[in-house]
């Protein structure tokens, strides 16, 4: 599986990032993006740098396993 979520989050937003002009809009059209995390200690690095600056807005929400 992916090892490198920095690469993983680059390739998935990049993709979103074609859709969106294949649509006519861009980044600058996306008002929030929202994302669910498993791991927030590993995995918020990653998706804050490859997300800042694409949008005005982000949610983030930590999904735990109940117990």
């Known amino acids: 599986g992916e090892t490198d979520l920095r690469a993983g989050y680059t390739r998935a937003f990049e993709r979103i990032g074609g859709i969106l002009k294949s649509a006519g809009v861009s980044w600058d059209d996306v008002v929030d993006i929202t994302s669910f995390h498993t791991d927030l200690t590993t995995q918020m690095p990653a ?4 997300t800042t600056g694409k949008m005005a807005s982000r949610t983030t929400i930590a999904i735990f396993e109940a117990s």
Do not use: S
């Not at 998706?47 to 490859?50: G, L, S, T």
């Open 47 to 50: 998706i804050v740098a490859v």
